[in-house]
C-alpha cells in the first residue's frame, strides 16, 4: 500500500503563495477574488500532483537474495535488484531495517535508476555477532513529478542472513602453523612404524618377534611376519561445552584487556571464541584428511554430529555451530562421558573445551573423566586468565594493591597446575591457554598426537 507525505517544497510553496495572496486581498478587496482563484488554482495543482504520484511505483518491485552469508567483523555487500519494467528513469531512496545488535551499515541510500529494467545495487553491512536474522521488509521513497510529495511503499521480502564466525583471521594466524609442520604439498613426519594392518610376507632378519602372525607361519611351516603402515585416516571430535561457563566475556577473565575497551554488543564471548576453535580444529583435520565430528554439552547432549570427512562436514559443523546460544545451566560432565563412551566406538582423539576455573566443577570433572582415557586420547582445554600466573613472575608491582592482585592470580595458577596434574596421572592432556593462542596451541597439540602415533 502507498502511503503520500508533504515535501519541504509543498510546505514553503503553499507558505510563499499563501501569506501574500491572503494579504493582498484583505488590504485590497477588489482583488480578493483573483487572489483566492490563485489558492485554489495552486491547491487543486498540489492535490492534482499528489494524485498522480500514486502510480510512480508501478513497474517498480525491489528483491533481496532468499539466503546470504557473511563473517563476523568483516565487511560485505548485500545485493539488492531493482527491477523496472516500464524503463524509465527514477529517483529512489531504499531503506532497510536491521537489527542493531546483529548488523552495522546504513539504513537507507539514494539510488538513481537509468532506463535499464534491472539495476543491481551492492548494500555494504557488517555483522556484529554471529547468528541467523530475517530481513522481511525493505521501504521505498520516490518524489511526485513536481516534488510537492513524496510516496512511500513498503516491499515485503524473506532474505534470511547467517553471519558466521570470522574464520579468516583464524586462518591468517594459522598460516605459520600450517608451514612448519610442513602440511599441504609434503605430510608431516611420523614417528615409529605404524599401527594398521597393511599384508604379511615373509620374515626377514631384524623384524621383531612381537610381529610374527603366529598362525600364519603354523599354516606355510615358515615364518611370516606382520607389516603395518601409518594410518592416514583418524577421527577427531571436538566438545564444547554450552552451559553459563561459556557465557562470559572474554574481557571478564582479563580485566583491562583491549576486549574490555569494546562495545558490549561487540566483544567476544567465551563460547564464540570455542566456536571459532573448534573450525579452525576442522579445517586442520580435512587439511589432514582426518574425519572430524562434532559435539554440543550443557546439562545434558544438546547436538552431535559423527565423524566426517571433506568440506559439506565442514559445512555442516559450521551451519550448526554459527546460531548456538549458551544455556543458563550447569554443565554436566557425566552425561557427557556417557554419551561420548557409547557413541564413540572407534579409538578416537577427543577435545574438550569447557571451563574449569569453577573448584567444584573441576573435581567432578577428574572424578569421572579417567573413563573416557581408557579408550580414547583426551585433550582437555581451559581458556587461561591473564592474571594467573606465579607471584614472582611479573616484577613491574607497586603497592599493597597490587600484591594482592598477584597473590591471587598465583591461587588461581596453582589450582590450574594441580588439575594439569591431575589429569596427566589418569593420562589426560590439559592446556590452559590465553583466548588468542586456543588454536595455536589445540592444533599443535594435535599434529604432535597425530605425528606420534597416539591414536
Same mark, same amino acid.
Given at each position: 500500500?502507498?502511503?503520500?507525505?508533504?515535501?519541504?517544497?509543498?510546505?514553503?510553496?503553499?507558505?510563499?503563495?499563501?501569506?501574500? %495572496?491572503?494579504?493582498?486581498?484583505?488590504?485590497?478587496?477588489?482583488?480578493?477574488? &483573483? @487572489?483566492?482563484?490563485?489558492? $485554489?488554482?495552486?491547491?487543486?495543482? &498540489?492535490?492534482?500532483?499528489?494524485?498522480?504520484?500514486?502510480?510512480?511505483?508501478?513497474?517498480?518491485?525491489?528483491? $533481496?537474495?532468499?539466503?546470504?552469508?557473511?563473517?563476523?567483523?568483516?565487511?560485505?555487500?548485500?545485493?539488492?535488484?531493482?527491477?523496472? %519494467?516500464?524503463?524509465?528513469?527514477?529517483?529512489?531512496?531504499?531503506?532497510?531495517?536491521?537489527?542493531?545488535?546483529?548488523?552495522?551499515?546504513?539504513?537507507?541510500?539514494?539510488?538513481?535508476?537509468?532506463?535499464? !529494467?534491472?539495476?543491481?545495487?551492492?548494500?555494504?553491512?557488517?555483522?556484529?555477532?554471529?547468528?541467523?536474522?530475517?530481513?522481511? +521488509?525493505?521501504?521505498?521513497?520516490?518524489?511526485?513529478? %513536481?516534488?510537492?510529495?513524496?510516496?512511500?511503499?513498503?516491499?515485503?521480502?524473506? @532474505?534470511?542472513?547467517?553471519?558466521?564466525?570470522?574464520?579468516?583471521?583464524?586462518?591468517?594466524?594459522?598460516?605459520?602453523?600450517?608451514?612448519? *609442520?610442513? *602440511?599441504?604439498?609434503?605430510?608431516?613426519?611420523?614417528?615409529?612404524?605404524?599401527?594398521?594392518?597393511? !599384508?604379511?610376507?615373509?620374515?626377514?632378519?631384524?623384524?621383531?618377534?612381537?610381529?610374527?602372525?603366529?598362525?600364519?607361519?603354523?599354516?606355510?611351516?615358515? #615364518?611370516?611376519?606382520?607389516?603395518?603402515?601409518?594410518?592416514?585416516?583418524?577421527?577427531?571430535?571436538?566438545?564444547?561445552?554450552?552451559?553459563?561457563?561459556?557465557?562470559?566475556?572474554?574481557?571478564?577473565?582479563?580485566?583491562?584487556?583491549?576486549?574490555?575497551?569494546?562495545?558490549? =554488543?561487540?566483544?567476544?564471548?567465551?563460547?564464540?571464541?570455542?566456536?571459532?576453535?573448534?573450525?579452525?580444529? =576442522?579445517?586442520?583435520?580435512?587439511?589432514?584428511?582426518?574425519?572430524? =565430528?562434532?559435539?554440543?554439552?550443557?546439562?545434558?547432549?544438546?547436538?552431535?554430529? #559423527?565423524?566426517?570427512?571433506?568440506?559439506?562436514?565442514?559445512?555442516? @559443523?559450521?551451519? %550448526?555451530?554459527?546460531? $548456538?546460544?549458551?544455556?543458563?545451566?550447569?554443565?554436566? &560432565?557425566?552425561?557427557?562421558?556417557?554419551?561420548?563412551?557409547?557413541?564413540?566406538?572407534?579409538?578416537?582423539?577427543?577435545? $574438550?573445551?569447557?571451563?574449569?576455573?569453577?573448584?567444584?566443577?573441576?573435581?567432578?570433572?577428574?572424578?569421572? +573423566?579417567?573413563?573416557?582415557?581408557?579408550?580414547?586420547?583426551?585433550?582437555?582445554?581451559?581458556?587461561?586468565?591473564?592474571?594467573?600466573? #606465579?607471584? &614472582?613472575?611479573?616484577?613491574?608491582?607497586?603497592?599493597?594493591?597490587?600484591?594482592?592482585?598477584?597473590?591471587?592470580?598465583?591461587?588461581?595458577?596453582?589450582?590450574? !597446575?594441580?588439575?594439569?596434574?591431575?589429569?596427566?596421572? *589418569?593420562?589426560?592432556?590439559?592446556?590452559?591457554?590465553?583466548?588468542?593462542?586456543?588454536?595455536?596451541?589445540?592444533?599443535?597439540?594435535?599434529?604432535?598426537? !597425530?605425528?606420534?602415533? *597416539?591414536?
Amino acid at each position: 500500500m502507498n502511503r503520500i507525505v508533504p515535501e519541504n517544497r509543498l510546505l514553503v510553496v503553499y507558505g510563499i503563495s499563501l501569506v501574500p %495572496l491572503a494579504l493582498l486581498s484583505a488590504l485590497y478587496p477588489s482583488t480578493a477574488l &483573483f @487572489c483566492w482563484t490563485l489558492v $485554489l488554482a495552486a491547491g487543486a495543482l &498540489f492535490i492534482a500532483d499528489g494524485i498522480l504520484a500514486l502510480t510512480r511505483f508501478q513497474g517498480i518491485d525491489v528483491r $533481496l537474495p532468499i539466503l546470504f552469508r557473511l563473517s563476523r567483523n568483516r565487511r560485505a555487500h548485500l545485493p539488492l535488484v531493482i527491477r523496472n %519494467l516500464e524503463e524509465k528513469p527514477r529517483r529512489l531512496t531504499v531503506g532497510i531495517r536491521f537489527p542493531d545488535q546483529w548488523l552495522s551499515g546504513q539504513t537507507e541510500r539514494q539510488i538513481h535508476i537509468d532506463t535499464k !529494467k534491472y539495476t543491481r545495487v551492492e548494500w555494504p553491512l557488517s555483522g556484529i555477532r554471529q547468528g541467523r536474522l530475517v530481513v522481511k +521488509t525493505i521501504y521505498l521513497e520516490t518524489p511526485s513529478r %513536481l516534488g510537492f510529495w513524496a510516496i512511500r511503499k513498503q516491499y515485503d521480502t524473506d @532474505c534470511e542472513i547467517r553471519i558466521y564466525p570470522d574464520m579468516f583471521s583464524e586462518s591468517r594466524s594459522l598460516a605459520a602453523l600450517f608451514h612448519k *609442520m610442513n *602440511m599441504g604439498a609434503h605430510a608431516a613426519r611420523q614417528l615409529g612404524k605404524g599401527k594398521e594392518f597393511e !599384508k604379511l610376507r615373509e620374515y626377514m632378519p631384524g623384524d621383531s618377534y612381537e610381529d610374527i602372525h603366529w598362525k600364519a607361519t603354523a599354516r606355510r611351516g615358515t #615364518p611370516i611376519s606382520k607389516v603395518f603402515q601409518i594410518e592416514k585416516t583418524q577421527d577427531v571430535y571436538v566438545f564444547i561445552d554450552n552451559s553459563r561457563l561459556s557465557a562470559r566475556n572474554i574481557s571478564q577473565l582479563n580485566p583491562g584487556s583491549e576486549n574490555e575497551a569494546e562495545p558490549t =554488543g561487540t566483544q567476544t564471548t567465551i563460547l564464540e571464541q570455542y566456536i571459532s576453535t573448534a573450525l579452525a580444529i =576442522g579445517m586442520a583435520a580435512e587439511r589432514l584428511g582426518d574425519h572430524f =565430528g562434532l559435539g554440543v554439552f550443557s546439562d545434558r547432549m544438546d547436538t552431535f554430529l #559423527p565423524a566426517g570427512s571433506g568440506r559439506s562436514r565442514f559445512n555442516a @559443523c559450521r551451519d %550448526l555451530l554459527y546460531i $548456538l546460544e549458551h544455556k543458563p545451566v550447569s554443565p554436566d &560432565f557425566t552425561e557427557l562421558i556417557t554419551f561420548a563412551g557409547n557413541k564413540i566406538r572407534r579409538r578416537a582423539l577427543m577435545i $574438550l573445551l569447557t571451563n574449569l576455573d569453577d573448584p567444584a566443577m573441576a573435581e567432578g570433572f577428574v572424578r569421572h +573423566t579417567h573413563i573416557l582415557s581408557r579408550r580414547h586420547v583426551v585433550l582437555v582445554n581451559t581458556i587461561r586468565p591473564d592474571a594467573a600466573r #606465579p607471584v &614472582f613472575s611479573d616484577p613491574d608491582i607497586h603497592g599493597v594493591d597490587e600484591i594482592y592482585q598477584a597473590l591471587s592470580g598465583h591461587m588461581l595458577w596453582h589450582d590450574l !597446575k594441580e588439575l594439569e596434574q591431575s589429569l596427566r596421572r *589418569m593420562g589426560i592432556g590439559f592446556l590452559a591457554s590465553r583466548a588468542g593462542n586456543l588454536s595455536w596451541d589445540l592444533i599443535s597439540s594435535y599434529l604432535r598426537i !597425530k605425528q606420534r602415533q *597416539m591414536l
